[in-house]
């Protein structure tokens, strides 16, 4: 059974840093390409940033672009999403995406990309 858990949300202050952690099981954490998104309240969910399964590439929604850095360890099956320079407009809820097979490159943008979800954390940065 696959399941992906999102750790590491919380309150911050405007300005600050948060690192997002998500833990994959279930399946060879190598051959998926992960994604995180977001959604707060009132808003549908919009895509934040990818990395490829080979962690060579990386791409970002152009609101976090810069601020925000996705990385990954295979080796742990995690990936990470750290975010500095938080903004209050950052707040949501914070979900890991994981999507099997496709290339050693490929990034993935949409929701629909996307077959296996974490139940999401929440990130709440105050002014």
């Known amino acids: 059974q696959v399941q992906l858990v999102e750790s590491g949300g919380g309150l911050v202050q405007a300005g600050g840093s948060m690192r997002l952690s998500c833990a994959a099981s279930?399946?060879?954490?190598?051959?998926?390409?992960m994604g995180w998104f977001r959604q707060a309240v009132g808003k549908e969910r919009e895509f934040v940033g990818c990395?490829?399964?080979?962690?060579?590439?990386?791409y970002y929604a152009n609101s976090v672009k810069g601020r925000f850095t996705i990385s990954r360890d295979n080796a742990k099956n995690t990936v990470y999403l750290q975010m500095n320079s938080l903004k209050p407009e950052d707040t949501a809820v914070y979900y890991c995406?994981?999507?099997?097979?496709?290339?050693?490159?490929?990034?993935?943008?949409?929701?629909?990309?996307?077959?296996?979800w974490g139940q999401g954390t929440q990130v709440t940065v105050a002014s």
């Open positions: 995406a994981g999507r099997i097979f496709g290339t050693m490159t490929s990034l993935y943008l949409t929701e629909s990309d996307y077959g296996h």
């Open positions: 279930g399946l060879t954490f190598s051959s998926v390409a």
């Open positions: 990395i490829s399964r080979n962690s060579g590439r990386t």
